[in-house]
């Protein structure tokens, strides 16, 4: 005997295999191209190992990243400031590529293929880059630590240099948004129990990929702050390697979501049939055009939303789209279904709270760049022993670890008791706004003590201070706070908001706008040093801090945090959540199909 398998609307999708076992309920297909097998694909046993490989492969990325700033200053012979820019332009690259990744997934290749591709091309930047380390970057022999600079490099060998991170740029950026949202695919969100792990699965995600960088920003931060760059890079390679390797491993168990081909035509023509139909005057007793089959490859219809009414006129049947209905000639640039019109509305909703999300990343764009800097100038002994001023992050890392086990354990039930309701996914980005704030102040202060304890007579110091580097540890365990009550939200948020058909868009979302915060953090660090520089007066972030006032850039952040957050709050009140058509009757359906035994 074999039981059957069933699909949103309670209708037969399949045989199931010859154990009884039951199909998930979202359309989910396997390796093989068959309904999958909810006991047979997914759940925690492919999640665990997305998770593992997510570690992995942020281990690697930050065995770069994370010294970048340093590498350019000591190895690569640039001034802080170029430096910082360099790697807030780097780092928005990355995120950038995001977009590409997510545009592949979505309509051509899927998920699956899209993070084996841009894995491979990952783990080959990271060859070309210890390569070129350990070939002619590193010269004289032993440069690269805090004392000894190295020389100059031609133009061929910046070049290759720039190819090499640059590919590793492409790479990670084109894997992270499908890699986020192919874990998720996992679980069904059918299934009640399966759907609490879905929601689970992006804090372990972020969590996973902090402790990840944990390795990084303490061993691999150590030998590459001693001036073995070239060991660092070499176990960054690795470590990318076996997290492709162990991706792979997962083929015959992953579940698959198929590609539903380009969106952008899709998009366009709800535009273009609202502009066609601009005359007409659409009311609320109106009913517009929806198809009666099934959404294409399963997707779920979406029903209609207030706002944004201009839009609805793309659905509106007119006697001429009605006679193209009846024969069967529908033209979709003149007549686009409801679905498609809530899609478009649900993308422009989205875009206004992503764009208020840019601000919280220039804050965020600091720990890499400016909290390296302003560490290096402080006091970094302890005994005989120095601390790699980027080490400092994994205080950070400690940071998303604690407070989201105090979200997920403590706060979270306290709320939902207390209020009856928990915490939604914009509530908890506006208080990682809030907290985004308090690490820029704590991050000022911090500065402006730096600056009474500096030695001012740099003719003849170092220009380091007798401030201990420790004092940074309030302002990198907020930022880890604020990261937790922003970015894991933004993943569930964007994930859940985007359309069926452009999931890994929304998961890009939350890349680019970490991509837009770097490059607009590159942008306020040039238009400050342009405005701040004068004849006698070498700015704010020079390269000697002690000359500068560092303090006033955090301190400006922090009030464009604060300006950024009113505009949120409006917004995010302003938002209205989207609606899937049968939602109750789908559960009914699973509820009583469960258990069918043909």
């Known amino acids: 005997m074999g039981c059957l398998c069933f699909n949103k609307k309670g209708k037969m999708k399949g045989k199931m295999n010859r154990d009884n076992e039951v199909c998930t309920s979202d359309g989910a297909i396997d390796s093989h191209g068959n309904p999958a097998v909810r006991t047979r694909t997914g759940t925690w046993v492919t999640g665990i190992l997305i998770l593992v490989n997510q570690g992995l492969a942020t281990l690697a990325f930050f065995g770069v990243g994370v010294n970048l700033v340093l590498f350019l200053t000591r190895v690569m012979g640039q001034e802080n400031a170029e430096a910082a820019n360099n790697v807030s332009k780097w780092t928005g690259t990355v995120y950038i590529f995001s977009l590409l990744g997510a545009f592949l997934s979505d309509s051509y290749w899927g998920r699956y293929i899209t993070c084996a591709i841009f894995q491979l091309i990952f783990v080959i930047g990271l060859i070309a880059l210890s390569l070129s380390s350990h070939i002619f970057l590193l010269e004289p022999s032993g440069c690269g630590d805090k004392e000894l600079q190295c020389g100059s490099h031609s133009s061929y060998q910046m070049a290759f240099f720039y190819i090499s991170i640059y590919l590793i740029a492409l790479g990670n950026g084109g894997y992270q948004p499908n890699i986020a949202t192919f874990g998720a695919d996992q679980f069904d969100e059918g299934d009640p129990k399966e759907q609490l792990s879905k929601v689970a699965f992006f804090s372990y995600f972020y969590l996973a990929l902090n402790l990840g960088s944990l390795f990084s920003n303490t061993v691999l931060d150590y030998f590459e702050d001693k001036g073995q760059w070239t060991l660092g890079f070499w176990a960054s390679t690795a470590s990318a390697a076996i997290a492709l390797v162990l991706f792979l491993c997962g083929t015959r168990r992953y579940r698959y979501f198929k590609s539903v081909g380009n969106p952008l035509p899709r998009v366009g023509q709800v535009f273009v049939a609202a502009a066609k139909k601009w005359k007409v005057k659409v009311s609320a007793e109106d009913k517009l055009y929806e198809v009666q089959e099934s959404s294409p490859n399963g997707r779920r219809k ?5 706002g944004f009414r201009f839009l609805d006129k793309a659905a509106f049947i007119t006697s001429k789209d009605l006679e193209q209905i009846e024969e069967n000639k529908r033209n979709p640039w003149r007549l686009s279904t409801v679905t498609q019109v809530e899609e478009v509305k649900c993308v422009l909703r989205l875009l206004p709270i992503w764009l208020c999300t840019i601000m919280y990343s ?82 000022g202060t911090v500065e402006k003590f730096r600056l009474r304890y500096a030695i001012k007579d740099c003719d003849k110091c170092d220009g380091s201070s007798s401030l201990s580097i420790f004092w940074q540890v309030p302002q990198y365990v907020l930022t880890g706070a604020s990261e937790v009550f922003m970015y ?25 706008s970490i991509s837009l915060g770097n490059y607009v953090s590159s942008l306020l660090v040039a238009i400050v040093m342009k405005i701040s520089t004068k004849h006698d007066i070498p700015g704010w972030i020079p390269g000697n801090l002690n000359l500068g006032h560092l303090d006033r850039f955090f301190f400006l952040l922090a009030a464009l945090t604060l300006a950024d957050l009113v505009v949120y709050i409006a917004l995010a009140k302003w938002y209205k959540y989207i609606k899937f058509e049968g939602n109750e009757e789908l559960k009914d359906i699973k509820k009583e199909n469960r258990e069918i035994i043909v």
């Open 362 to 443: 220039v804050v965020f764009a600091q720990m890499a760049s400016l909290f390296v800097v302003q560490g290096d100038a402080m006091d970094t002994r302890i005994s005989s022993f120095n601390i790699p001023p980027a080490s400092m992050s994994s205080f950070d890392i400690l940071g998303v670890a604690f407070f989201i086990f105090i979200y997920r354990h403590v706060l979270d039930p306290l709320v939902a008791k207390t209020m009856k309701s928990k915490l939604t996914e914009l509530q908890r980005m506006g208080i990682g706004l809030v907290l985004a704030i308090m690490a820029m102040v704590s991050a």
């Open 302 to 306: 979406m029903l209609q939303t207030e």
């Open 488 to 512: 894991v939200p933004q993943l569930e948020f964007f994930n859940g908001q985007a359309p069926e058909g452009l999931k890994s868009f929304g998961s890009a979302l939350c890349m680019t």
